[in-house]
């Protein structure tokens, strides 16, 4: 599903795989829709959360409805 990322992740990375902006990211994160870990001030997500919350039911709940992922534009 993921195989051309890395095992942990940055936010950057999860916005690409997601096709979403910089504050829909971080707002899931906040909310802890998507696990991840802090190291220092880093946020780092394991490639195996971001698969866990594609794979959920949240994940069709989630975005924004103009989120590509939704079929927006």
């Known amino acids: 599903m993921f195989e051309d990322y890395n095992d942990l992740l940055y936010v950057v990375d999860i916005q690409s795989a997601l096709c979403i ?10 909310e802890g829709k998507i696990k991840h870990l802090r190291i220092g001030r880093t946020i780092r997500i394991p490639k195996r959360y971001l698969i866990d919350f594609v794979l959920s039911s949240c994940y069709h709940g989630c975005v924004t409805e103009n989120s590509p992922l939704e079929g927006g534009k």
Do not use: C, D, Q
């Open 21 to 30: 902006g910089r504050t829909t990211a971080y707002r899931l994160l906040r």
